[in-house]
């Protein structure tokens, strides 16, 4: 009805255990591109002497992964719960930047690093849709304050989390910062994916 009768209504919102694992499982599954994009193009000139060319080339592996994630979600939605569902998309994102971490240490090219992160955005690209139909649902009376609520904080721990790794970067090893940060991220997204409750 008016802004203050919808900031009342926060506290029902806030106090919900249905809207707060869907959406720290989608905070921390959006960092990872905040991490992606600040940590990358540092990896992609300083380890590998890519030019700005290439790394824009490079950076397109990550929608080679999300767009796929999110067709396919599409036809698993009825068949299996959203907490399965959301535990997938939240192992993949640890299972990519792991492989990476692996990868880059067995062959010195740029697509050691790169290429397992498709797997990465693939479970983001499962995790959006199921996390914010289930935030949407939480409290369906309160739809369009937990869909600006979740999304603020989707930015804000994707602030936060590129913040520190880029204060970090420059004094470590770049690939051990970034995949490190990443694999940080995906143990957050998959320990709250498990407090979904179907």
Do not use: C
């Not at 106090?15 to 720290?24: G, I, V």
């Not at 592996?61 to 299996?80: A, S, T, W």
């Not at 399965?84 to 692996?102: C, D």
């Not at 804000?156 to 995949?179: C, F, H, M, Q, R």
Request: glycine share 10%; net charge positive; no cysteine.
């Amino acid at each position: 009805a008016n802004m203050l009768s919808q900031i009342k209504s926060y506290p029902l919102l806030l106090l919900s255990m249905n809207f707060w694992p869907p959406t720290l499982v989608s905070a921390f599954s959006f960092s990872i591109f905040g991490l992606f994009f600040v940590g990358a193009p540092f990896v992609a000139v300083k380890v590998y002497g890519l030019s700005p060319s290439q790394i824009g080339l490079l950076l397109g592996f990550i929608p080679l992964g999300f767009v796929p994630g999110n067709i396919i979600v599409g036809k698993l939605v009825n068949q299996f719960s959203t907490r399965l569902l959301l535990i997938l998309g939240s192992i993949l994102l640890l299972i990519g930047p792991s492989i990476s971490f692996l990868t880059t240490n067995l062959y010195m090219h740029q697509l050691a690093f790169f290429v397992p992160m498709i797997i990465m955005a693939f479970g983001t690209g499962i995790i959006w849709p199921v996390a914010n139909t289930a935030i949407i649902q939480a409290v369906p009376s309160l739809a369009g304050s937990a869909s600006g609520i979740s999304s603020a904080l989707m930015v804000t721990t994707s602030a936060i989390s590129s913040g520190v790794l880029g204060w970090n970067i420059e004094n470590s090893d770049p690939i051990l910062a970034l995949v490190g940060m990443l694999i940080l991220v995906g143990a957050a997204t998959i320990l709250s994916s498990l407090f979904i409750k179907n």
